[in-house]
């Protein structure tokens, strides 16, 4: 079974307006943790935003935001006022804690977003 | 400055020859992962280590293999038997226990573009 699912393979942004990524996740943990990077067409992989399991505020790092649904096990990416260099390949990603402080990062297949002028 | 490096950037092979990936950090970490991406696809896990001397595999291990003799070098080995190798190849790292302030991202080298013909 995927353990993550982002079901848009491709998006389009008009510049200066929000896009929302979705992003689905499934685990039976209790602790975990989720990312989003971003890959341009360089190949380079950014990191973006991080949410652990456990924190209850939503993460926001600049125009990042994710909007945290624990109970639908969502971790949707927001991305306030688009800019062309947005345009890129976007990640979501999830940690498993396992014992003695081992993890696992799994990846999901990637929204292509392309922002218009 | 502490960072990852993978080398070649681009590597040619002919078909039926081995070919080892070089992945190394300097960032102490415990951790180590190898990522395998095709074009237009999202990452997927091929090997990852916890501690020198040990390795798990990831979903799709067979035609590959791993060594890590050294915390801070994780070479990964693209064998004959790998029936389809020509990707883009990522490593990355994390700390094994994430300190408190940590956002606990996974850091990735440039990645190494590999073509076998």
């Known amino acids: 079974a995927q353990k993550i699912t982002q079901t848009q393979p491709g998006m389009f942004v008009q510049e200066k307006e929000a896009v929302t990524l979705d992003c689905t996740y499934d685990?039976?943990?209790?602790?975990?943790?989720l990312f989003w990077y971003k890959q341009p067409s360089s190949g380079e992989m950014i990191f973006l935003i991080y949410?652990?399991?456990?924190?209850?505020q939503n993460a926001t790092e600049g125009r990042y935001s994710l909007n945290f649904q624990k109970a639908r096990k969502s971790a949707n990416l927001v991305i306030s006022a688009s800019q062309l260099g947005d345009s890129a390949m976007y990640f979501c990603?999830?940690?498993?804690?396992?014992?003695?402080?081992?993890?696992?990062?799994?990846f999901g297949t990637g929204t292509k977003l392309q922002v218009i002028p | 400055d502490g960072g990852i490096t993978q080398s070649p950037k681009y590597l040619f092979r002919k078909e039926g020859q081995n070919v080892t990936l070089s992945c190394e950090q300097n960032?102490?970490?415990?951790?180590m992962y190898w990522y395998r991406q095709d074009p237009g696809q999202g990452l997927r896990l091929i090997y990852y280590s916890q501690i020198v001397n040990d390795f798990q595999k990831g979903d799709i291990a067979e035609g590959y293999s791993v060594s890590r003799e050294k915390k801070e070098s994780f070479p990964l080995t693209v064998t004959s038997a790998q029936k389809n190798p020509t990707a883009f190849y990522l490593c990355a790292s994390t700390p094994k226990i994430p300190t408190g302030a940590a956002t606990y991202e996974q850091y990735f080298g440039p990645g190494t573009r590999l073509t076998v013909t």
């Open positions: 949410q652990g399991s456990y924190d209850e």
């Open positions: 990603a999830m940690r498993e804690f396992f014992s003695g402080g081992y993890q696992k990062v799994t």
């Open positions: 685990t039976s943990d209790q602790s975990y943790g």
């Open positions: 960032l102490n970490h415990d951790a």
